[in-house]
């Protein structure tokens, strides 16, 4: 089965500065999928990325990025030019399988932006 | 695009209340909708997956006749808590893949619902 493991429940960074937010998985399947989602106090859940197992390059997405290591098995997320808008719960997500819809979510970690 | 919108966004009610809850995908067709539970400072639960026109898959652990789930039309799920007391108190978000959208593509979110029993 597959697992998702967030070990920063929070982490703070200084405004304008760049943060990595750690997410390691554990699969058996060669084809997988991992999302990076963001929840504002508000709660609303909102996509930031996407890295599949077989793109050849780390995903990017204006000032998000991933930095994907596929032999550690690890998708952390980099906010780079941090903003006080930043400050969320973010969680790492994957897919349940080949072709499956449904998502498996690791705990999230708790960004502040300090200004 | 691919919007989703789900309402009430706060519900507060007296125990032994029924609750509906809608989740309507607004610009986009959905296959298949996704209803989460979400306990203060946790993670997203999945509760069900509801597919147009057949019955919801419900996860381990959750009550088929407690959290009715409807997914009568591509653009429409509703989940109902039926009798609800206090410990149903959570919240509640639904979340729609485009029809016939590969696996790669994201789960688009409706905005929850904060559901408070009395």
């Known amino acids: 089965a597959q697992k998702i493991t967030q070990t920063q429940p929070g982490m703070f960074v200084q405004e304008k500065e760049a943060v990595t937010l750690d997410c390691t998985y554990d699969?058996?399947?060669?084809?997988?999928?991992l999302f990076w989602y963001k929840q504002p106090s508000s709660g609303e859940m909102i996509f930031l990325i996407y890295?599949?197992?077989?793109?050849?390059q780390n995903a990017t997405e204006g000032r998000y990025s991933l930095n994907f290591q596929k032999a550690r098995k690890s998708a952390n997320l980099v906010i780079s030019a941090s903003q006080l808008g930043d400050s969320a719960m973010y969680f790492c997500a994957m897919r349940r399988g080949p072709g499956s819809y449904q998502l498996t979510f690791g705990k999230g970690t708790k960004l502040s932006v300090i200004p | 695009g691919a919007v989703v919108s789900q309402h009430p966004s706060w519900v507060i009610c007296k125990s032994g209340t029924s609750v509906k809850i809608e989740c309507r995908s607004l610009?986009?067709?959905?296959?298949?909708m996704f209803w989460y539970r979400q306990f203060p400072k946790q993670s997203l639960m999945l509760m069900a997956t509801s597919n147009e026109g057949s019955k919801a898959t419900y996860e381990q652990g959750v009550e088929k006749d407690k959290f009715l789930i409807n997914h009568a039309s591509l653009t429409l799920s509703t989940l109902t808590v039926t009798s609800a007391h206090p410990e149903d108190s959570s919240f509640y978000i639904c979340?729609?893949?485009?029809?016939?959208?590969?696996?790669?593509?994201?789960?688009?979110f409706g905005d929850g619902t904060r559901l408070s029993i009395l």
């Open positions: 890295q599949g197992s077989y793109d050849q």
């Open positions: 610009d986009f067709q959905a296959t298949t």
């Open positions: 979340s729609a893949s485009l029809l016939r959208g590969d696996s790669n593509q994201p789960q688009h």
């Open positions: 699969t058996s399947d060669p084809s997988y999928g």
